[in-house]
């Protein structure tokens, strides 16, 4: 095998260097080569049917999978304690195959109203264009469990909200599902697996957008999705895609053939081999680069917020900061680390202090990624957040004189010299 998994045995920040990878059989090349080729030649006829099968292991063609975003799959699989990946070109794309895996036109889900912009966005054209029906609810277990219907084919929620930095109720609401034998997916992108690992507190599927802290300098755009293998799809058949054979594939029977991983069979099939957005080598390349010094940076990415929002705190500009306070019992309970570096900021003096601080800032760049070691601002109302009505945004917690930021891991004295300059 190319890239055995030798995650197993091995603690986070092992993992983070070695999941997934080893050196390369052919030439021994140490770091995972970027396999830049389209495809892959087959030993003769029998072994090219089979893997258009799915039997046997191996590679046919990169739309479906790729030496170099398979090491990624793999390191992310260990990495979440899931039992296996699918590499995409970004989150965005995470989340729409993810729902197009299990629900089709008529079905319904409920998701959190608190949700990144451009899921929020995502969601409401598939309800409107095909007819995959979003239920709103908040991210709490009443809410979510007082949404759910005998319809409801999933539920959809983010562990730590972008852009408020807001912790939710991961263990709360996994009750609730469970109960229902509904799966929960997570949006796990600000928290990543160094904060905080959701299948161990009930999650069924997880995604990320890798192009923020898990690339963590600004050089990618790419995404994954991982199955948690915990979900029962034999028991339920209202998930034709992972519990009905394809007839177009021998007749398959996903849940008999991957009972660990049906789910992530599926959303390969009908997601990479069919849809087609697939990662590419190279950002697979960027992202496994970044992994590998996670747990590090995250570590300093929570250590800056907390010092930039405790300094806005207190500064008389500013009327609320909304990143949760490191001693709050419900954060230390399910992130002891920290919750990340992604909160909001409102200044008291409306939509013309905003713009003040943004032009005068030099060391923070005005811009919408997250997650980057340089430290990010951007004005949510009219750039992420653009497509809400104002009264949505307001109950969100974004208004015009809301600024978001993603703290980086620069010197942290400087970063409260520059904001200083810019409040004053
Ligand atoms: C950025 C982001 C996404 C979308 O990811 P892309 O890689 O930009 O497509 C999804 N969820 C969250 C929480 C994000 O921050």
């Given at each position: 095998m190319l890239f055995p998994d030798m995650s197993d045995h091995f603690r986070f920040a092992t993992q983070v260097i070695h999941a997934g990878t080893s050196p390369h059989k052919g030439t021994g090349a140490r770091v995972t080569p970027i396999f830049h080729t389209n495809g892959f030649v087959f030993n003769d006829l029998e072994h090219?049917?089979?893997?258009?099968?799915?039997?046997g292991k191996g590679f046919t063609y990169s739309r479906g999978s790729n030496p170099t975003t398979a090491a990624f799959e793999a390191r992310m699989a260990a990495l979440e304690g899931g039992t296996s990946a699918i590499a995409i070109a970004s989150g965005q794309s995470a989340l729409l195959v993810i729902l197009l895996t299990l629900c089709?036109?008529?079905?319904?889900?409920?998701?959190?109203?608190?949700?990144?912009?451009?899921?929020?966005?995502?969601?409401?054209?598939?309800?409107?264009?095909?007819?995959?029906?979003?239920?709103?609810?908040?991210?709490?277990?009443?809410?979510?469990?007082?949404?759910?219907?005998?319809?409801?084919?999933?539920?959809?929620i983010e562990t730590i909200v972008n852009p408020t930095g807001q912790v939710v109720d991961l263990t709360g609401i996994s009750r609730v599902t469970k109960a229902v034998n509904v799966p929960l997916v997570v949006d796990n992108t600000?928290?990543?697996p160094a904060l905080l690992r959701p299948?161990?507190?009930?999650?069924?599927?997880?995604?990320?957008?890798?192009?923020?802290?898990l690339c963590g300098s600004g050089t990618a755009i790419g995404g994954v999705i991982i199955d948690g293998g915990s979900f029962n799809w034999v028991k339920d058949t209202r998930y034709p895609l992972i519990s009905e054979p394809w007839e177009d594939y021998d007749d398959i029977l996903l849940t008999q053939s991957f009972p660990d991983k049906a789910f992530s069979?599926?959303?390969?099939?009908?997601?990479?081999?069919?849809?087609?957005?697939?990662?590419s080598p190279t950002n697979a390349f960027l992202i496994l680069m970044g992994i590998e010094t996670l747990p590090l940076r995250m570590q300093r990415h929570c250590d800056n917020a907390q010092k930039i929002a405790a300094y806005l705190r207190t500064h008389p500009a500013v009327d609320h900061v909304s990143l949760p306070d490191s001693t709050d019992e419900h954060v230390k309970k399910l992130c002891p680390k920290g919750s990340g570096s992604i909160f909001v900021a409102t200044l008291k003096g409306g939509?013309?202090?905003?713009?003040?601080?943004?032009?005068?800032?030099?060391l923070?760049?005005?811009?919408?990624?997250?997650?980057?070691?340089?430290?990010?601002?951007?004005?949510?109302?009219?750039?992420?957040?653009?497509?809400?009505?104002?009264?949505?945004?307001?109950?969100?917690?974004i208004d015009p004189g809301t600024l978001r930021f993603s703290i980086g891991l620069e010197n942290p004295e400087d970063l409260i010299k520059d904001l200083e300059q810019g409040l004053k």
């Open positions: 090219g049917a089979d893997l258009f099968v799915l039997k089709e036109s008529g079905d319904e889900y409920v998701a959190s109203r608190q949700l990144f912009g451009g899921s929020l966005g995502l969601l409401k054209r598939m309800d409107k264009r095909l007819g995959i029906k979003v239920i709103w609810a908040d991210p709490t277990p009443e809410s979510i469990a007082a949404a759910i219907t005998p319809k409801t084919k999933a539920v959809l600000l928290a990543t299948f161990e507190h009930g999650a069924d599927i997880l995604f990320h957008s890798a192009s923020k802290f069979m599926a959303a390969r099939l009908i997601g990479l081999r069919e849809l087609g957005p697939g990662l939509l013309p202090a905003a713009t003040r601080l943004l032009s005068r800032l030099k923070f760049s005005h811009l919408v990624n997250i997650g980057e070691s340089r430290s990010l601002i951007c004005h949510p109302a009219t750039t992420t957040h653009k497509q809400m009505s104002e009264a949505e945004r307001h109950g969100f917690g």
